[in-house]
């Protein structure tokens, strides 16, 4: 089965719980479709580029997933309709990342934190 990459953007007012109950949402369309899970990781609150839907603000999600396309399709075709995820992007990777992901590592270097008064980080 192929492997793909599903980041989606939730909006600014929900709950970390209930962030986490969307990134469920989308194990429970994988598994059902027989595909599997590697990796779930919520990258935070974050503030976007320019204003979507009203919102400023963003929370964050990534599943990596082994899955068929038809697992896929559901995905996607649930984001759609879910008001409370604002953007997505799912797309096929040859291989999954081993260990904790770009956004992860980039959080756990700065220690939690953004820039110095300085501008550097």
């Known amino acids: 089965m192929p492997f793909y990459e599903h980041v989606f953007i939730a909006r ?4 970390q719980a209930q962030v986490d109950a969307l990134a469920e949402n989308v ?4 598994t059902d479709h027989k595909g599997t899970i590697h990796k779930t ?4 609150l974050k503030q976007l580029a320019y204003k979507i ?3 400023r603000k963003g929370h964050y999600a990534m599943v990596s997933v082994e899955a068929p396309g038809e697992a896929v399709a559901e995905i996607e075709r649930q984001a759609a309709i879910n008001e409370d995820i604002i ?9 999954l ?3 904790p992901s770009v956004m992860m590592r980039k959080q756990e270097r700065r220690g939690g ?3 110095d008064r300085d ?3």
């Open 87 to 95: 953007r997505w992007m799912t797309i096929r990777v040859d291989e």
């Open 12 to 15: 600014q007012d929900l709950s």
């Open 97 to 99: 990342e081993k260990g």
């Open 41 to 44: 990781e919520t990258w935070g």
């Open 119 to 121: 501008g550097e980080e």
């Open 113 to 115: 934190r953004g820039r």
């Open 53 to 55: 839907a009203k919102n």
């Open 27 to 30: 194990a429970t369309i994988v």
